[in-house]
């Protein structure tokens, strides 16, 4: 499984960013796709997910202001970013996983920069 992110780049402040993440390969059974994000000397922090439901979950300092989409039958899964301040600066990481009778497996994405500054 590839999981791969695009949408990055420099911003202002109260601009906005849209982020899109494509899993490729052995994605039949592929599930849980989120966003994580990590900012520097800090650790990965989980920004949006799905809950089992298919409810969004998100960082409360991201709520109204990033919202998360997904294709399950594509296994795509996207991430609109408003209102984007500078400590939202990070490293954002595509995330799934999937479940077998092996046991679980974590699949990261490259991850993808996005910049906030004036």
């Known amino acids: 499984v590839q999981l791969q992110a695009s949408g990055g780049g420099l911003v202002q402040p109260g601009g906005s960013l849209r982020l899109s993440c494509a899993a490729s390969?052995?994605?039949?059974?592929?599930?849980?796709m989120s966003w994580y994000r990590q900012a520097p000397g800090k650790e990965r922090e989980l920004v949006a997910s799905?809950?089992?439901?298919?409810?969004?979950k998100y960082a409360d300092s991201v709520n109204l202001r990033f919202t998360i989409s997904r294709d399950i039958r594509k296994k795509t899964v996207d991430l609109q970013m408003n209102s984007l301040k500078p400590e939202d600066t990070a490293v954002y990481f595509c995330?799934?996983?999937?479940?077998?009778?092996?046991?679980?497996?974590?699949?990261w994405g490259p991850g993808t920069l996005v910049t906030v500054s004036s």
């Open positions: 390969g052995s994605i039949v059974n592929i599930s849980n």
């Open positions: 995330y799934a996983e999937r479940q077998s009778l092996s046991g679980k497996f974590d699949y």
């Open positions: 799905f809950t089992r439901g298919g409810i969004e």
